[in-house]
């Protein structure tokens, strides 16, 4: 089956950087759009960012310029760079695929920023 497992969040002060990891199993990697989403406290979650298969990337408004998607197919997994932290980057980050249709979640990793 589809797993899709995220790492790496924690508390950070304003301006600092944290790197996400998504470890996926049960599809194929190389193939397959991947996708960053946040949701913070009373709001919807929102898409972040993606990296297709070829490598292309695409990102929300505000986070261009701060944070980076990459992918290393070889070890199946997908990450998430972001620096310059925000007050308003505090979320819970979770890693989507969407296989024949069907959605997969990670279970989600929190990102706290604070001072």
């Known amino acids: 089956q589809v797993q899709l497992v995220e790492s790496g969040g924690g508390l950070v002060q304003p301006g600092g950087s944290l790197r996400l990891s998504c470890a996926a199993s049960?599809?194929?990697?190389?193939?397959?759009?991947m996708y960053w989403y946040r949701q913070a406290p009373g709001k919807q979650r929102e898409l972040v960012a993606a990296?297709?298969?070829?490598?292309?990337?695409n990102y929300a408004d505000s986070v261009k310029g701060r944070f980076t998607i990459s992918r290393d197919n070889a070890k199946n997994t997908v990450y998430l760079q972001m620096s310059g932290l925000k007050l308003e980057d505090t979320a819970v980050y979770f890693c989507?695929?969407?296989?024949?249709?069907?959605?997969?979640w990670g279970q989600g990793t929190q990102v706290t920023v604070s001072s």
């Open positions: 989507n695929v969407r296989v024949r249709g069907v959605e997969y």
């Open positions: 049960g599809i194929i990697f190389r193939i397959n759009t």
């Open positions: 990296i297709f298969s070829g490598g292309y990337t």
